[in-house]
């Protein structure tokens, strides 16, 4: 069974940086790639960051550009979303998740909250 | 960067009733898009990918369609664990990018 499982979310303060994790198993996890996905309060789905099954390849969405990366250590099946220069706005719920057909999104975690405030 | 635009924003609808879901990208994706289903304090869902492929496990009352700008997801009979927002999201290129969603709501 497929199953993502995100950690390291709390409280932080504006500036401060916070290191998320996604643990993996079930699957080859070097064979697909990965994503970031948030959810701030009341609002929708928002797409944060993706990377390729190698780690060589990474995107971003404007809005972290700079402050965020991604990354993965294929050896221990886990993805990290580092976030740095941390902004009220981007208090959230952070899901990982796996790629299905293209950057599809088959298989999420339950999510881990950051709340940013001071 | 490619913007979704989904409509209606809510919709409230009885168990039984055939539901219809938009969405519209700002260029053309092809049939590049997936649709998603989410409930509160759980994991979003896929339903459908590539614009009418059904996930597994997937029930067949859900099915999707479109190509290029304008795609549908419908409903064909709600059934109470219907009752959540759905969301499209393009693939066709980076930066990803979801609608906007669209809660079904309970009459």
């Known amino acids: 069974e497929v199953q993502v499982l995100e950690s390291g979310g709390g409280l932080v303060q504006p500036g401060g940086s916070v290191r998320l994790s996604c643990a993996a198993s079930g699957f080859t996890f070097g064979s697909y790639g990965m994503g970031w996905v948030r959810q701030a309060p009341g609002e929708g789905l928002e797409w944060v960051s993706g990377?390729?099954?190698?780690?060589?390849?990474?995107w971003y969405a404007d809005s972290v550009k700079g402050r965020f990366s991604i990354s993965r250590d294929n050896s221990k099946n886990t993805l990290y979303l580092q976030m740095n220069s941390l902004r009220a706005e981007d208090t959230a719920v952070y899901y990982c998740?796996?790629?299905?057909?293209?950057?599809?999104?088959?298989?999420w975690g339950q999510g881990t909250l950051v709340t940013v405030s001071s | 960067d490619i913007q979704m635009t989904q409509s209606p924003s809510s919709v409230s609808a009885s168990v039984g009733d055939r539901v219809t879901i938009t969405c519209r990208a700002s260029q053309g994706i092809s049939t590049w898009l997936a649709w998603y289903q989410h409930k509160p304090r759980k994991a979003p869902k896929l339903l459908i990918y590539t614009a009418s492929s059904l996930q597994s496990g997937v029930p067949s009352r859900f099915s999707g369609s479109g190509s290029g700008t304008d795609f549908t997801l419908t409903i064909s009979s709600l059934q109470p664990e219907d009752f959540a927002t759905y969301y499209c999201q393009q693939l066709n290129s980076f930066p990803l990018t979801f609608g906007g969603g669209t809660k079904v709501e309970i009459k």
């Open positions: 990377i390729s099954g190698n780690g060589i390849s990474t």
């Open positions: 998740a796996k790629t299905g057909t293209g950057w599809t999104f088959d298989s």
